[in-house]
């Protein structure tokens, strides 16, 4: 596999997982911080815009994991990557939107 399979996996990673609190929030009717807010990633953004945020990080997850190399899920050298991205951006994502909220 090529060095450049490696890093689409672990964005693809990052970007699947970037869809679930996006995508729940706007299906759930709940304003939820985005790029788009004011000021961006503090402010709260309409549940549609997080909808439509959420469906365009599954997008680019879906180019990323999908259409770049040959993602074999019994693999564990497609596996990691994707694993390491997801858990990276989840653990971001959990601090961010803790001191939005008034989290940990």
Not at 45 to 58: D, R
Not at 65 to 79: D, I, N, P, S, T
Not at 83 to 97: N, R
């Amino acid at each position: 596999m090529r060095w450049y399979t490696y890093v689409a996996y672990f964005l693809g990673g990052a970007f699947l997982i970037n869809v679930v609190p996006h995508f729940v929030n706007g299906v759930s009717g709940r304003p939820f911080p985005s790029p788009f807010a004011s000021p961006p990633g503090q402010g709260l953004s309409s549940p549609l815009v997080n909808v439509w945020w959420g469906a365009f990080n599954f997008l680019v997850a879906y180019l990323l994991l999908c259409r770049v190399g040959k993602l074999e899920m019994r693999r564990v050298q497609h596996v990691l990557p994707v694993a390491l991205g997801g858990l990276l951006i989840a653990i971001m994502s959990a601090l961010a939107f803790g001191r939005v909220f008034g989290g940990a």
